[in-house]
């Protein structure tokens, strides 16, 4: 049991890390979510895994340690959080850069800043429209 | 429990639900995250002045015993920690009010930075090392939507590489988490301190904390994985961008502290390692920082560079340079993002974030010229500011291991960063704006700026000034750094019961 739960994760994390490698963009985003998995069975193995045993039932020796499961669980719903924002993030670069070329990106944050006119700084298609001028 | 204990999570907590339901009113929340944040200060105060008559504040999370249940530890650095964040957090709301953007990213900052400090204090006050895992994530998610907030190419550009890196990290420091789980069996950070003193691990454990100090030092910026930092931190909000120069690095360098204090008390290979790479970290730094033209890129690679000394102080592992290392986290938090703060308001006055658009503010705002050379020499370490003393410190103690080399780096450092304030001071402030006098903008500057600029520099004089008691203090700290008898005394009291 352990072997295979030792290679699935190798297996995974490397396909994450392949992908985190990319320079499309969605396979990065993807391949955050596939080593964030491949890392939450990995913490849950080697919380050491115990046959069937269940994990609260008060069955004497045979019962499984809660505690990987309990720390697997938060760690999976801090993931879906993070990954959730992820998507949203690559669909809003993608709207904004047409390509999806991590090189693209990282030029322009390379690029020098702009020029502030009168808070331009803030100031991007739509959302002009919202400006209030402040006291 | 002693509500203070929790007090640095609630509060922010507290308001960011509050400002959720006050949502519409936006000039409510901006007074609402003020009010919070000025709670939290008092919270700090607190703590700070409880933990100077050597009380250490501790418990555990719903009365679950300690290797178990989440504990929670306030000593000495955790109280100075907590009440920096909340000044800082203070400043930056306060400079906020003073930004012109619409009033919803102004809303969504107010609330992001209130998230933020949640997850900052939280990582402070926590004894457990999967639960500085989870408020490592909580500062995380607020940090993203803070960069990404006005949603401009630039914004966005900069978060996606550092919502990449930062991620990478934090998937590791998970990683390492559950292996020191599997290797030791615990993951209370006394529990954990006591099994690695006694020799009493399995082989794999040395290897598990040696992935979890590389997440921290990839979240501190040390010298070969500090590239997130300078490739992202010019992008966002002003306000913003001081916030994370600030608070977010230091979490990092505070997790290393805590961890290597806690596991390594004497010197050993893994202080060698730190002393190498602290030197890296300073000279790569300040070297990075001379090749850059823009106000915030030479500031962020500042931040890379002072990074290095609080590490210097950690690898030395001497009480007195573990006090250095104290004085100067509290030091450089206040002043870097103060001076984040001041290149801030001197681009908005002058139009442009480039050395070669920017100039002749000496002559127009003499004031902001004195509130500049106030941090930007404390940060160079000139006498009598508080950048002295955290740098005496420090060279002292390097003088007395007597690692010369590390001395002689650490200065060189300084006159760099004095070399690269100059430059700063001459292109922004001496010479003539090169589209004349009537490029500059008066109207930039809002009132609630100079609140902000002017209390935090009048702090790092004081600090200055009074350097007598905060060097105690620090000394203090880094004593129970040495001997952290509430971490070991927190698993004898729940294990007798």
Request: glycine residues 10%.
């Amino acid at each position: 049991m352990e072997w295979m739960a030792a290679v699935t994760v190798g297996g995974l994390a490397g396909l994450g890390l392949w992908m985190l490698l990319d320079r499309n963009l969605k396979r990065v985003v993807l391949g955050i979510g596939v080593l964030g998995n491949a890392i939450n069975l990995g913490v849950f193995t080697a919380g050491r895994l115990a046959g069937n045993g269940a994990a609260f039932a008060n069955v004497g020796a045979a019962a499984a340690n809660p505690l990987p499961q309990a720390l697997v669980l938060t760690a999976i719903v801090i993931g879906f959080g993070l990954f959730v924002f992820a998507l949203a993030l690559l669909k809003r670069t993608r709207e904004l850069y047409g390509d999806r070329s991590t090189d693209a990106v990282s030029a322009v944050t390379e690029e020098p800043a702009p020029d502030w006119q009168a808070g331009q700084e803030e100031e991007e298609p739509g959302s002009e429209e919202q400006r209030e001028p402040r006291p | 429990m002693n509500i203070l204990l929790v007090a640095p999570v609630l509060v922010p907590l507290a308001t960011l639900l509050l400002g959720i339901l006050l949502r519409p009113r936006v000039r409510l929340v901006e007074r609402l995250s003020i009010g919070g944040c000025s709670l939290l200060l008092l919270v700090g105060l607190a703590l700070v002045w409880q933990a100077a008559g050597d009380v250490v504040l501790s418990g555990q999370l719903g009365g679950w015993p300690a290797p178990y249940g989440i504990s929670l530890v306030i000593d000495r650095l955790s109280a100075a920690m907590v009440a920096i964040s909340a000044t800082i957090g203070l400043a930056t709301v306060v400079y906020g009010v003073g930004h012109d953007c619409p009033p919803q990213v102004i809303r969504d900052f107010h609330l992001f930075v209130q998230g933020l400090l949640c997850g900052i204090c939280g990582a402070f006050i926590t004894a457990d090392i999967f639960n500085l895992y989870v408020w490592f994530e909580v500062l995380l998610i607020a940090s993203f939507a803070l960069m990404a907030l006005g949603g401009g190419k630039r914004h966005l550009a900069g978060t996606m590489s550092y919502m990449a890196l930062n991620l990478f990290a934090t998937l590791l420091f998970l990683l390492a988490a559950g292996l020191v789980y599997g290797t030791t069996g615990t993951l209370n950070m006394g529990d954990l301190a006591l099994l690695v003193r006694a020799g009493e691990t399995a082989p794999g454990t040395t290897a598990a904390l040696s992935l979890m100090l590389l997440s921290f030092s990839i979240k501190a910026a040390l010298f070969p994985v500090f590239g997130w930092l300078p490739a992202t931190y010019h992008v966002p909000l002003m306000a913003v961008s001081a916030l994370f120069a600030g608070l977010l690095t230091k979490v990092g360098v505070y997790a290393l502290i805590r961890l290597v204090t806690l596991l390594w008390p004497e010197y050993g290979p893994a202080h060698e390692i730190l002393l190498w790479i602290a030197c890296a970290t300073m000279l790569v730094g300040v070297l990075g920082a001379a090749a850059q033209s823009e106000v915030r890129r030479i500031l962020s690679f500042h931040i890379v560079s002072q990074v290095g000394y609080m590490i210097l102080g950690l690898a030395l592992a001497t009480p007195l340079a573990l006090a250095g290392a104290v004085f100067y986290l509290i030091h450089h938090i206040l002043v870097k993002a103060n001076l984040f703060f001041i290149g801030g308001l001197a681009a908005r006055i002058c139009g442009s974030e480039h050395l070669a658009g920017m100039g002749g503010l000496y002559a127009r705002h003499p004031g902001l010229a004195l509130l500049f050379a106030i941090p930007a020499l404390s940060l160079a370490g000139i006498p009598p500011l508080s950048g002295f003393w955290a740098k005496l410190l420090l060279v002292r103690a390097s003088l007395e291991s007597s690692v010369w080399w590390a001395t002689a780096i650490a200065l060189v450092t300084g006159i760099f960063t004095l070399l690269s304030m100059n430059k700063l001071w001459n292109e922004a402030f001496l010479k003539a704006h090169p589209q004349g006098e009537a490029a500059l903008r008066t109207a930039g500057a809002h009132r609630c700026n100079w609140w902000s600029i002017a209390a935090l520099a009048l702090l790092t004089v004081a600090i200055g000034l009074g350097a007598g008691p905060v060097a105690e203090y620090a000394s203090a700290a880094a004593a129970q750094l040495g001997d952290p008898q509430a971490y070991f005394h927190l698993l004898r009291t729940t294990e007798a019961r």
